[in-house]
């Protein structure tokens, strides 16, 4: 969903709830809380790049959000986005221009669908190119995030990957998020969602350090960017390659401990 689509409605910021995988919903909650313990337009909840970048987003369109982390800090130790590769393919750059290279959305989306054999959802990878020019000016351009190589990418046909710290983006992404007045707490997880007689999303209850329920009353909408492919055993078969048996068997942090968070890619060449 575009920025635009978000803003569309004369209320402002309208942002649906959409489970991204089955495995990783939540629970919704049939009854209403007689009290709520905090308030917000937009709850968020994960702080990998994806919550992150959700947050900023909101912040910067001027709605009050919530950010909901079970870790202790933002940053390595709670986010896979952290420790990743840190690279991402980017369209219509300077670096592109400054080389030559002609790219554009409609290649890049070739270059993905053929790449997917597929496997890709067409809509899906039509609004992902679409959306990606803004991608270079909003990281690089206006966070100013230190690009440290431009590289070409399997299957693409020019390149466009850009890579940069992982862990220093998360943590210039968080910064800015908070400069706009995006609040997060740490060490609480989101529990369940909690609705209305409607259906609709009104809340979501979380969980503090020590055990006790934080319920939370949502005005607009929240997000889940939780991550935790790896917790679905069929999303795993369908798409995460080797290493099934490991990935199921250990926790996500387990896997990374053990220096083999390759296998909980999410996206397989066939």
Same mark, same amino acid.
């Given at each position: 969903m =575009?920025e635009?689509?978000?803003?569309r409605?004369?209320?402002?910021?309208?942002?649906?709830? =959409?489970?991204?995988?089955?495995? =990783?919903s939540?629970? +919704?909650?049939?009854?209403?809380?007689t /009290?709520?313990?905090? /308030?917000?337009?937009?709850?968020?909840v994960?702080?990998?790049?994806?919550?992150?970048? %959700?947050?900023w987003?909101? +912040?910067?369109?001027?709605?009050d959000? !919530?950010?909901?982390?079970? @870790?202790? #800090?933002v940053?390595?130790r709670?986010?896979?986005?952290a $420790?990743?590769?840190g =690279? *991402?393919?980017?369209?219509?750059?300077?670096?592109?221009?400054?080389?030559? $290279?002609?790219?554009?959305?409609?290649?890049y989306?070739?270059?993905l669908?053929?790449v997917?054999?597929?496997?890709?959802?067409?809509?899906?990878?039509?609004a992902?190119?679409d /959306?990606? %020019? &803004?991608?270079?000016?909003? !990281?690089?351009?206006?966070?100013? $995030?230190?690009?440290?190589?431009?590289?070409?990418?399997?299957?693409h046909?020019?390149p466009?990957?850009?890579?940069?710290?992982? %862990?220093? +983006?998360?943590?210039?992404?968080k910064?800015?998020a908070?400069?706009?007045? +995006? &609040?997060?707490?740490?060490?609480?997880?989101?529990?369940r969602? $909690?609705?209305?007689? *409607? @259906?609709?999303? #009104?809340?979501?209850?979380?969980?503090?350090?020590v055990?006790?329920?934080i319920?939370?009353k949502?005005? &607009?909408g #929240?997000?889940?960017?939780?991550g935790?492919?790896c917790?679905?055993e069929?999303?795993m078969r369908?798409?995460g @390659?080797?290493?099934?048996?490991l *990935?199921?068997l250990?926790?996500?942090?387990? #896997?990374v401990?053990?220096?083999?968070?390759?296998?909980c890619?999410?996206l397989?060449?066939?």
């Amino acid at each position: 969903m =575009t920025e635009k689509e978000l803003r569309r409605e004369p209320g402002g910021l309208q942002v649906p709830f =959409t489970p991204a995988h089955p495995e =990783t919903s939540i629970e +919704a909650e049939p009854r209403l809380p007689t /009290e709520w313990d905090y /308030e917000a337009d937009v709850v968020v909840v994960g702080t990998g790049a994806a919550g992150l970048a %959700a947050a900023w987003v909101a +912040a910067d369109s001027g709605v009050d959000v !919530l950010v909901l982390e079970k @870790g202790k #800090v933002v940053g390595p130790r709670s986010s896979c986005s952290a $420790i990743s590769g840190g =690279t *991402c393919s980017m369209v219509g750059t300077p670096l592109q221009r400054e080389k030559g $290279i002609k790219d554009s959305p409609d290649l890049y989306y070739e270059d993905l669908i053929k790449v997917g054999k597929g496997w890709a959802v067409p809509d899906v990878v039509r609004a992902f190119v679409d /959306e990606d %020019a &803004k991608l270079y000016p909003w !990281l690089i351009e206006e966070l100013g $995030i230190e690009v440290m190589s431009f590289e070409w990418s399997v299957g693409h046909s020019v390149p466009r990957k850009i890579r940069f710290n992982p %862990a220093k +983006a998360i943590k210039i992404v968080k910064e800015d998020a908070e400069r706009k007045g +995006a &609040k997060i707490l740490l060490e609480t997880p989101g529990r369940r969602l $909690i609705t209305n007689g *409607c @259906g609709r999303v #009104v809340g979501i209850i979380a969980e503090n350090r020590v055990g006790k329920k934080i319920y939370v009353k949502v005005r &607009k909408g #929240v997000i889940l960017a939780t991550g935790g492919f790896c917790n679905g055993e069929e999303y795993m078969r369908n798409y995460g @390659g080797i290493g099934l048996e490991l *990935c199921i068997l250990q926790p996500p942090w387990r #896997v990374v401990m053990n220096r083999m968070s390759i296998i909980c890619l999410p996206l397989k060449y066939r």
